[in-house]
């Protein structure tokens, strides 16, 4: 006697293996989508947070942490042994260029409004350049939070920026242009190069153009929403008091 085996499925079985299969595409794409949004709720509260103390330190002190030019006065050998490395001067701007690594203002602020009790944490107030070991940490990877007044879109006002740092490097971009987008939508005008918070294409991005423009352009673009690189914009967000 033959026996005929059947070796294709049912109807039945292959709904059930597209039933399967749908839904782990569906968990897949559910858990990028969540953890998009976390990653996204943490950098605008790390921005709002950050622009708070920072202007909670102006309200007390009546300067920015790091421009601070009595600092020594009421942190003494705890900011540095020398009062010139400690404060600052006093002209509303947090500078990032010093005459050494000891006196970079962008540098001080952290360990300032450490010393304040406002921000806890271990920050030595120097170095070369705003890096891993002297700026808050972002939850993103190689990414700070630092203070620049460089030049951005022809705007020179203190900045709060988020970007991702490789080799002394803090230009570099850490989101890609949807998630920039996003997050400007959701706390500003929504426009890459105008407003209070910056979008601008890193300077590791070959194409000027894939978030806004590079911070040096004097006639920024928008965001380019076709852009499909992953790490490609930082933010500057304007916390100056006025």
């Known amino acids: 006697m033959n026996f005929k085996i059947n070796q294709g499925f049912s109807f039945v079985e292959l709904s059930i293996v ?3 299969f749908t839904s782990l595409f569906a ?14 709720r943490n950098i605008i509260n790390n921005l709002y947070n950050y622009e708070i103390i920072i202007n909670q ?11 601070f030019n009595q600092a020594y006065n009421f942190f003494g050998n705890n900011c540095a042994i020398n009062p010139a490395y400690c404060n600052g ?17 962008n540098l001080r602020l952290w360990q300032h409004l ?31 939070y630092h203070v620049e007044n460089t030049n951005i879109f022809n705007n020179n006002n203190n900045k709060l920026l988020l970007s991702s740092v490789f ?20 706390i500003d005008d929504g426009r890459a190069h105008k407003g209070k918070l910056y979008s601008i294409t890193g300077d590791n991005i070959a194409n000027s153009n894939d978030c806004s423009s590079y911070r040096s ?17 930082f933010i500057g967000y304007l916390f100056d008091k006025d």
Not at 89 to 105: F, K, L, P, T
Not at 114 to 120: G, K, Q, S
């Open 114 to 144: 450490n010393l304040a009790e406002m921000l806890p944490g271990n920050f030595p107030g120097t170095g070369a350049s705003a890096n891993l070991t002297n700026s808050p940490l972002s939850n993103l990877d190689n990414a700070i």
């Open 89 to 105: 001067d006093g002209d509303g701007i947090i500078e990032a260029v010093a005459a050494n690594n000891n006196e970079r203002e």
């Open 18 to 20: 597209i039933i399967i």
């Open 217 to 233: 352009s004097s006639t920024p673009t928008d965001y380019n929403l076709g852009s499909t690189e992953e790490e490609v914009c």
């Open 57 to 67: 330190f102006y309200h007390k002190f009546t300067k920015y942490p790091g421009d």
């Open 167 to 186: 080799s002394q490097t803090a230009f570099n971009g850490i989101i890609s242009v949807l998630m920039a987008k996003s997050i400007d939508i959701k």
């Open 27 to 40: 968990l897949i794409f559910s858990s990028k989508s969540i953890s998009e949004q976390a990653k996204k």
